[in-house]
């Protein structure tokens, strides 16, 4: 069974950083694409960044901007997403979420996960 527990996140001031982690397991390790997500109130919740089972499987939002980077540590059962400089427009809450049929050009849509967190808030201040 398939299981993803999130931690980190919090309130933090413009430029400050955070890191969100999510810990899987369950999953398999090829062939899988972790992402984190977020939604902001009243918004779609939109693709933040992905991360597949090798090294060179890595992509990332537009509005990242080379701010924020997704890291897999402990092998394939903790995921990170380092957020640095954070920005107001960054409050949300971010979600990870999990896929275990490849990796594909579908991975930004929120509808291909199967599996999810719980979310975490994240409140950036000016």
């Known amino acids: 069974q398939v299981e993803l527990v999130e931690s980190g996140g919090g309130s933090a001031q413009a430029g400050d950083s955070l890191r969100l982690y999510c810990a899987a397991s369950g999953h398999t390790v090829i062939s899988y694409t972790l992402a984190w997500f977020r939604q902001a109130p009243g918004k779609a919740r939109e693709f933040v960044a992905a991360i597949g089972w090798r090294d060179d499987m890595t992509d990332y939002a537009d509005f990242v901007e080379g701010r924020f980077t997704i890291f897999r540590e402990d092998g394939h059962k903790l995921f990170s997403l380092q957020m640095n400089p954070l920005k107001p427009e960054d409050t949300a809450v971010y979600y990870c979420?999990?896929?275990?049929?490849?990796?594909?050009?579908?991975?930004?849509?929120?509808?291909?996960?199967?599996?999810w967190g719980q979310g975490s808030q994240v409140t950036v201040s000016s």
């Open positions: 979420a999990l896929r275990m049929d490849g990796w594909y050009n579908s991975r930004r849509d929120n509808l291909r996960y199967p599996y």
